[in-house]
Nanobody, 120 residues
Framework: QVQLVESGGGLVQPGGSLRLSCLVSGNIVNLYGMGWYRQAPGKQRESVATITSEHSTKYADSVKGRFTISRDNAKNTVSLQMNSLKPEDTAVYYC??????????????WGQGTQVTVSS
């Protein structure tokens, strides 16, 4: 069974920084694309940043130049460095990974979510 565990959320003032991390564990045969998504109250979940196994990245227009996604294929982790945070970045952030595992084949998995609040 595959599990995703996120860490690093919290409360930060506008202009501040946070770093989110996500560890993927379980019977992993291959780890494909990974990403971070967020959902603010009353809004749909949206993609923030994604990264392929070859480290090709994509960002939402709203975070370009402020957020950086990275991954460590040896450690099965993905991180999101968030700088110059704005109140509109407030949301629950979810880690996503596309994984081929023993017994389950290839499918998407989600973390439990971590709250990021940007407020003075």
């Amino acid at each position: 069974q595959v599990q995703l565990v996120e860490s690093g959320g919290g409360l930060v003032q506008p202009g501040g920084s946070l770093r989110l991390s996500c560890l993927v564990s379980g019977n992993i045969v291959n780890l494909y694309g990974m990403g971070w998504y967020r959902q603010a109250p009353g809004k749909q979940r949206e993609s923030v940043a994604t990264i392929t196994s070859e480290h090709s990245t994509k960002y939402a227009d709203s975070v370009k130049g402020r957020f950086t996604i990275s991954r460590d294929n040896a450690k099965n982790t993905v991180s999101l460095q968030m700088n110059s945070l704005k109140p509109e970045d407030t949301a629950v952030y979810y880690c996503n990974a596309n994984v081929f595992s023993l017994g389950a084949g290839r499918r998407d998995y989600w973390g439990q979510g971590t709250q990021v609040t940007v407020s003075s």
